[in-house]
C-alpha cells in the first residue's frame, strides 16, 4: 500500500524511526538530569525506543496532532513506565527509612550537629545492630523519589510533571539550581566518612565493593553508611521543604 508521498507504508514507517531516534536520546537525557544516578540511561533510551515504534505503529495522519508532538507523549510516557517498574525497594524497607529519617532530623535539632549511629538507634529504642540491619535492608534507597515532589496521587506525580514540555520555562531549571545547592550544604553537613563515601560513590564513580577497599571495611558496612547518608540528606531537605512531608 502506498500513501500520499508515494513510498509505501513500511518504508515511510522506517523513515519515521530514523529521523526520530535522535529525539529519543534528547529526550532520556533531558529527564536524567532529575533523575537518581541508580537510572541508566541506556534503559530510558530504550523504553523511549518502545514509545517510538508504539507512536509509528499507531500514528493516523488524518489525526490533528503533529507526529512530533504525538510522538513525544509516547515517549515519555514509556520512559516513565520503565522508571515505575524500576522502584523496586519493599514497601516496608521506605517506611523503616522514613523512621530513620526522622529520628535523624529530631536529633539534629536536639544537639545541633549530626548524631551518631548509637544515637539514632537510642533514639528509635532499638539495638544498634537492628538499626544497622534497617539500613542494610534499604540498599538501594535514593536521595529523591518522584513522588517527592508532588501530590501522592498519581495522575499528578513527579514523573508525570516531568513529561511536559519544559523547553521554554526558567523557573524550574531555578528551582533546580536552588535543590543542587541545598544537596551540596547537605553533603558538607555531613560526617567527614560520610562526605568521602559519597564524594567517591558520586564523583569518583566507584563502585561499593571497591569504596570498601578504601575504607578497609565489609561491602555491607559501606552499604550501611551510604543509606545512612542518603537518610541524612533527606531528613535535612525535607527540612528545608524540597521533599514533600510523608
Excluded at 228 to 239: G, H, N, Y
Amino acid at each position: 500500500m502506498y500513501t500520499a508521498s508515494g513510498k509505501t507504508a513500511k518504508s515511510e514507517k522506517n523513515d519515521l524511526l530514523e529521523q526520530y531516534m535522535p529525539m529519543v536520546k534528547r529526550l532520556a537525557h533531558h529527564m536524567m538530569g532529575r533523575l537518581p544516578p541508580s537510572v541508566e540511561e541506556d534503559d530510558l533510551v530504550q523504553a523511549g525506543m518502545i514509545g517510538l515504534l508504539d507512536a509509528v505503529s499507531r500514528y493516523d495522519e488524518a489525526q490533528s496532532a503533529q507526529f512530533e508532538a504525538y510522538a513525544i507523549q509516547r515517549i515519555r510516557g514509556s520512559m516513565i513506565d520503565e522508571l515505575r517498574q524500576s522502584d523496586w525497594m519493599p514497601r516496608s524497607a521506605r517506611q523503616s527509612m522514613r523512621k530513620i529519617e526522622q529520628a535523624i532530623a529530631a536529633l539534629q535539632h536536639q544537639l545541633g550537629r549530626q548524631p551518631s549511629e548509637g544515637e539514632i538507634a537510642e533514639a528509635m529504642k532499638i539495638p544498634l545492630a537492628d538499626y544497622q540491619s534497617m539500613l542494610g535492608d534499604a540498599r538501594g534507597h535514593q536521595l529523591l523519589y518522584f513522588e517527592d515532589f508532588g501530590e501522592s496521587d498519581e495522575d499528578d506525580s513527579f514523573l508525570d510533571k516531568q513529561s511536559a514540555d519544559e523547553a521554554t520555562m526558567p523557573l524550574p531549571q531555578l528551582l533546580d539550581a536552588n535543590l543542587r545547592a541545598c544537596i551540596i550544604a547537605g553533603i558538607e553537613n555531613l560526617p567527614e566518612r560520610e562526605q568521602l563515601l559519597m564524594s567517591l560513590y558520586y564523583e569518583q564513580e566507584l563502585n561499593l565493593r571497591e569504596i570498601a577497599e578504601v575504607f578497609g571495611v565489609s561491602e555491607s558496612r559501606i552499604c550501611q553508611l551510604h543509606g545512612q547518608a542518603i537518610a541524612r540528606l533527606r531528613a535535612r531537605l525535607k527540612e528545608d521543604s524540597w521533599i514533600a512531608a510523608a
